[in-house]
């Protein structure tokens, strides 16, 4: 199945966290959106593996993706290696996307800094014909960078306050990791300790910056192309 958008994360949430707003969207709009899971989060403070995987459905389904698949890679051990690449590499081959997003290059945890550099490798290395010559080599697709712990350059912004419901809902699938419930055995984490709320917040100043309700950014390493400047004056004259 060839897909229109893959997202990338380390870990089932951080795609969720990011950009479920931009999923929504797309997805509504009738675009092929993948994601993939680099491993299965087995380091978590809270939480089974096998609860993560079921949530992960369950945001998957609720956001309308065409596929999520997990590459079974060891949590708190992703590195630059060349099983690890491959494994990343053959994920693009496989479902040709336009567009491809990662994690942005800085962050507080160290999988989601791996991960984007993996994901940057292996977009490089999926266009190239010898590099694994079994697996066909597929074009290059364009790749953007979404925020997950720590905001930093924002080359695009996407207005979500349409979606932003779905976005909660989608996080809200994660109980494991943003909630504490009486009864079960959960420790205080970054993630259950208000974090939802101030992904809220974020991505309320990031859509502040455009006079949007709700908004979620993304960088980019690669200048952008446009046709026309454009202002609504010179559309009307054009018009």
Not at 109 to 123: Q, T
Not at 151 to 159: A, F, K, P, S, Y
């Amino acid at each position: 199945m060839k897909l229109d958008i893959l997202v990338f994360g380390a870990h089932a949430d951080d795609a969720e966290i990011g950009m479920a707003g931009t999923i929504a969207k797309h997805t509504a709009a009738g675009f092929k959106v993948g994601l993939c899971d680099l491993t299965a989060a087995e380091m978590s403070s809270n939480g089974t593996v096998e609860r993560r995987k079921m949530e992960a459905q369950q945001a998957a389904d609720l956001l309308g993706v065409s596929t999520r698949t997990n590459l079974g890679l060891p949590d708190r051990g992703l590195y630059m290696t060349e099983e690890h690449l491959a494994a990343v590499t053959l994920e693009i081959r496989k479902f040709a996307p336009d567009i491809v997003f990662a994690p942005y290059w800085e962050d507080r945890h160290p999988d989601h800094i791996a991960c984007s550099k993996l994901v940057e490798e292996a977009v490089f290395n999926a266009k190239l014909r010898k590099y694994m010559p079994d697996k066909p080599a597929v074009p290059a697709p364009q790749l953007y960078f979404y925020f997950i712990n720590d905001l930093g350059r924002t080359d695009l912004i996407v207005d979500v306050t349409g979606q932003y419901s779905l976005k909660e809902q989608a996080l809200s699938c994660y109980r494991s990791q943003f909630e504490k419930n009486p009864g079960e055995d959960v420790v205080s984490t970054p993630l259950n300790e208000g974090y939802i709320e101030r992904v809220r917040s974020r991505d309320m100043l990031l859509g502040q910056r455009r006079l949007i309700p709700y908004a979620e950014g993304f960088a980019s390493k690669v200048p952008h192309t446009v046709e026309l400047f454009s202002t609504p004056h010179k559309q009307a004259q054009v018009r």
